[in-house]
């Protein structure tokens, strides 16, 4: 038996979970050993057709030329990996879900007719079927390599899905809400960054996406009986992860409540 | 003989997805197009409405290769809209942060995505089976710039410290002193790499363009300055939009742009850099130029990489000054109160100037944004450069034209993702 066949994929995305492969400096050379690259654009020349043992698709479908080449991708990949927000649930370019996409596009382009996109930039697995998702925005290059790893030794991948809080405790962060009042969706957001923000006195903004069972109900209860508006608390839900379900119910339903009060 | 094409529908080993699109009529050159069809993703109308704090953050993600400098173009840009000054010190440390971008990106540049174009391989990691050394020594340089933008970002990638106004915490001298010793392997190995570049076997081939880079009198340029130009030229960044347009184009979902006042497209990047502002280079990279004998204005795209390898030697020497200082003291971040007003910055992206505009409101929310990234604006200029290439590289054998043309691009490093994505190389004759 050859070595697995290894293809790397990009859609609407800012090309950096992609570069956290080539950024594991270290492991990058056994990596690439260890594999069979057949069609990694970014690194590489020799671009070959399918079939792919592992597939990582990084970014979003947001046009649709990529609607149809995600189908193609799923066909000739045994594994099919996610990695990143965009991929994983939207990214940031979501933020126009719900919004009106025809305004966006003419408040950047001169002729936005030249351009095809669809309404809504979506998550690969609202188009086909997906193995495993990477989290993270960006990913943490050591869960890739693990998760790489795990496939080649035939193993299932798995990363941890607590929540951020967590990582703070064991790293003896001193929490930013309890001590300074800062916002910090540290108790709602998926493990993965090593809890870094809390560490540089800032709130989570929740790169990772939403923990397995989050509390999201009781966060905003506790943000809105600190002072918080709820228009505050939605929109920090609103960002790299704003399309996300758990995110996405939570800040809608805060919506609601404001247009409710008006 | 009749017309054809030549295409590259996937370039390689450039930033983000695009293609190359080349019509001839015999050996004539009727049309070049470099061909971004990546999504839209439409950065600046999702910022309108935001409050202005959240730009650092957002703006990163528009490029996972040169987050710090979406970072900075955005901060510095907000600053200037509040009428926020930061202190010498948040200034020095911004600059160390930039330098640490600039050896990550260069180094991932010179050593995974153009070396093997002169070497003749297909990627880097191929390339590190006969030269393991100088991929290896490549691997460990561009470590150092992600470990240094990790120190005091955060994380390598869309670091988290950044904000209007300065930083969320200040480095601890300590943590500056874990990463002196492999800096000043850093150094000397970066001088090591740029010599070996510089030997490679440059295409004799030259372009007429006008250089454009920030400049400034005290420093080689990063976070600010005046628009410099070869023709000698100073532009205010105040005037950046009165003296340069971006035009959509039908191929591209990046705008193309060019100089009013020449109705000439110009480049951007680290070439411009080197040319305009090589006295204002640390010393050891100062005297590396030299002695390699770089022409003082260099015309060859193809000598870019050597560009890359200056400023890298450059951002090593600087960031060893920053780290071997003392503490970082004082607040680490000035504070400011909203007012509705706009601002503009320009700052040195690894792949050339990078300009931001917003407008704010009093409650500070971003009512308007324009980004106008590097690759975008080298795009025009690139074609240009590409249709006096194709003379040079033109034959019966398509696939090895279309190669040759791939190279010369790559030389840009086209950030695709930057500047909205896809490149296509296609050649097409009948």
Known sequence: ?262 | MGNRTIKVETMSRVEGEGGLYIRLSGDVVDEVRLEIYEPPRLFEALLRGRPLEDTPDITARICGICPVAYQMSSVHALESALEVTVSPEIRRLRRLLYCGEWIESHGLHMHLLHAPDFLGFDSGLEMAKQFPDEVNRGLRLKKHGNQLVDLLGGRAIHPINVCVGGFYRLPKRKEFQTLIADFEWGLGAAIETTRWVAGFDFPDFETDCDYISLSHPDEYPMNEGVMKTSGGDLIEVSHYEEEFEERQVPHSTALHAIRKSTGRPYLLGPLSRVNLNRDKLAPASRKLADEIGLEPLCRNPHKAIIARGLEIVHAYEEALTILRGDQPQGKSRETYEYQAGEGMAATEAPRGTLFHRYVVDEAGKIVEACIIPPTSQNQAQIEADLKQWISHVISEDEQETARKCENLVRAYDPCISCSTHFLKVKIERS
């Open chain 1, 1 to 262: 038996m050859g070595k697995p066949k290894l293809g790397v994929f990009k859609f609407a995305s800012c090309d950096g979970c992609q570069l956290s492969l080539l950024d594991a400096e270290d492991q990058l050379l056994a990596v690439a050993d260890a594999v069979e690259i057949r069609h990694f654009p970014e690194a590489s020349s020799r671009m070959e057709a399918g079939p792919y043992d592992i597939a990582l698709v990084e970014g979003s479908i947001t046009t649709p030329h990529d609607a149809e080449r995600i189908q193609q991708i799923r066909r000739d990949a045994k594994f099919l990996m996610t990695i990143g927000a965009c991929a994983t649930s939207g990214g940031i370019q979501a933020l126009r879900n719900g919004a009106d996409t025809a305004e966006f596009m003419r408040a950047v382009y001169a002729s936005p007719e030249y351009i095809q996109v669809l309404d809504k930039s979506t998550p690969i697995a609202e188009h086909v079927k997906v193995d495993f998702e990477l989290r993270g925005c960006p990913i943490n290059q050591y869960q890739l390599i693990e998760v790489i790893q795990s496939l080649l030794a035939g193993r299932n991948p798995r990363t941890p899905r607590h929540s951020v809080c967590l990582d703070c405790k064991r790293r003896g962060t001193v929490c930013v809400t309890v001590a300074q009042g800062t916002p910090c969706l540290g108790p709602v957001t998926q493990s993965g960054c090593n809890a870094i923000c809390p560490s540089y006195h800032r709130g989570c903004y929740g790169c990772y996406g939403p923990a397995a069972q989050p509390n999201l109900v009781s966060l905003s209860t506790h943000a809105l009986n600190e002072g918080a508006s709820a228009a505050e608390v939605s929109h920090n839900l609103r960002n790299f992860n704003v399309y996300a379900p758990a995110f996405r119910n939570e800040s809608q339903r805060l919506t609601d409540q404001i247009k409710e009060q008006n």
